[in-house]
């Protein structure tokens, strides 16, 4: 089972370091997979958003067909989103993965190469009405969504979330509580400030 996680300069860290984290959870004590990648258009560093340095494990060129690829976002993708090296790379890629996921703006990234149209999707707070504008996507304010082989999450740590709900759904429910309890990510009920009922919070906080 390959695993291929994208990144390009300023990708937003926890966007793939977090879905990264669980997936090796999975795999260091449930059965995961057994190859996981960092992929780059490059095969050289790459800074990201926050100045974390990352060295890839493979370029474009040298990636083995992945049966998964999850995209991250960040600011990145508002330049990324005009790369056709790294567009032809998801499409060419997605072909013939089982599943491909997103994170935060990487679902921008995969409507530019064609895999939203259509289909229900999500994405960081900020940048959902850019998402509406688009034309062809149902959005949903959830913290992530699924339209058949296609998931997308919304803002940086949802991906983590993401993460656990593809892993219980394709190696079942006690699977994602090893990856969960492995990594303890229980989450704090606690919401600091009033953000997450201001106009600009997406709807499934305030549930």
């Given amino acids: 089972m390959n695993w291929g996680v994208l990144i390009f300069p300023n990708v937003e860290e926890?966007?793939?370091?977090?879905?990264?984290?669980?997936?090796g959870m999975w795999s260091k004590f449930s059965g995961g997979p057994d190859k996981r990648l960092i992929v780059a258009e490059a095969y050289e560093p790459v800074t990201c958003a926050k100045g974390l340095i990352v060295v890839p494990h493979v370029s474009f060129a040298q990636c083995p067909p992945l049966d998964y690829l999850l995209v991250p976002g960040g600011e990145g993708t508002r330049r990324e989103v005009y790369n056709p090296a790294l567009i032809d790379f998801?499409?060419?890629?997605?072909k013939s993965c089982r599943a491909v996921l997103?994170?935060?703006?990487?679902?921008f990234l995969l409507h530019r190469a064609g895999l939203l149209n259509g289909r229900k999707a999500?994405?960081?707070w900020g940048s959902l009405e850019r998402l509406r504008k688009l034309g062809d996507?149902?959005?949903?304010?959830?913290?992530?969504t699924r339209d058949g082989n296609v998931w997308t999450a919304a803002g940086v740590?949802?991906?983590?979330d993401m993460m656990l709900a593809f892993i219980a759904e394709t190696a079942g429910e006690r699977a994602a509580g090893i990856a969960q309890f492995a990594a303890e990510y229980y989450p704090s009920s606690r919401a600091y400030g009033d953000f997450h009922t201001g106009p600009d919070a997406p709807a499934y906080l305030k549930k």
């Fill in 137 to 144: 996507v149902h959005v949903e304010e959830e913290r992530f």
């Fill in 157 to 160: 740590s949802a991906g983590i």
């Fill in 90 to 94: 998801i499409a060419g890629q997605a």
């Fill in 14 to 23: 926890l966007d793939f370091a977090g879905p990264w984290e669980i997936l």
């Fill in 122 to 124: 999500t994405t960081h």
């Fill in 102 to 107: 997103s994170v935060c703006t990487g679902s």
